[in-house]
């Protein structure tokens, strides 16, 4: 009898294993900095935008009149539109507004949105737009004071129904978007696509932007 359990026991075991390495293997990464992924980087185009530079794995976008945009042109159909992560840490160098606000897409290739950081005046954290209100208006806006040349770890996920946000380890973002309109802000944001960083005013460093599925 003891012999009978102990052969089911390990049976159970070792179903369990295969099982939790398939979960861990559907987890997809791209590091969107690194020597293979650094070259699609562009200017956005945006008018009287200061320059992109990519020096030593980090994303350096100067201060524009009033803005700066920088896209990755190497994300397609293959990279994902929800159930995935954005990673990365951003510092403000110069300014007192808007740095290392990131476009992205949500919920397909055509629906974009923004987290923006340190926006009107230089507090304001928050995800443009959503029913057509942006960050300063709808129910995602937060405070928090940013100071110059420190590095920002922000962290943000697209899921089916919601979108989420953190700075540092703190929840700055947990909005519903079931039956929501997710769109872009008026305006020259539009020029990041189909991902990218902009900044308002500001001179800001982008590193370590890593883009992660969600299991």
Same mark, same amino acid.
């Given at each position: #009898?003891?012999?009978?359990?102990? &052969?089911? !026991?390990?049976?159970? !075991? ?5 099982? *939790? ?23 956005? @185009? ?13 994303? &350096? !976008?100067?201060?524009?009149?009033? #803005? ?32 290392? #606000?990131?476009?992205?897409? =949500? ?9 923006? &950081? ?5 507090? =304001? ?37 919601? &979108?989420?946000?953190? =700075? ?9 978007? *079931? @039956? ?12 990041? !696509? ?8 500001? *001179? ?12």
């Amino acid at each position: #009898m003891h012999r009978f359990c102990l &052969i089911i !026991l390990l049976g159970s !075991l070792s179903a369990c294993g295969p099982a *939790k390495q398939s979960q861990v293997a559907q987890v997809q990464s791209w590091n969107l900095l690194d020597a293979a992924s650094a070259g699609q980087w562009q200017q956005a @185009g945006i008018p009287d935008e200061g320059k992109v530079e990519v020096k030593g794995e980090e994303l &350096i !976008l100067n201060a524009g009149l009033p #803005m700066t945009g920088a896209k990755w042109t190497g994300w397609d159909a293959a990279l994902p539109s929800t159930g995935y992560t954005i990673q990365y840490e951003a510092m403000r160098v110069e300014g007192d507004d808007i740095f290392g #606000m990131v476009t992205f897409p =949500v919920g397909s290739h055509q629906s974009h949105a923004t987290f923006v &950081i340190g926006g009107w005046g230089g507090t =304001v954290t928050g995800i443009s737009s959503i029913d057509f209100r942006d960050a300063g208006e709808n129910q995602t806006r937060g405070e928090q004071r940013f100071e110059n040349n420190r590095w920002y770890q922000v962290r943000v996920e697209v899921r089916p129904d919601d &979108i989420r946000a953190w =700075v540092d380890g703190r929840i700055v973002v947990n909005a519903s978007i *079931k @039956g929501r309109q997710v769109t872009l802000r008026p305006g020259f944001i539009d020029h990041c !696509l189909p991902f990218g960083f902009a900044t308002w005013g500001t *001179k800001a460093r982008v590193r370590r932007v890593v883009i992660e599925t969600i299991p």
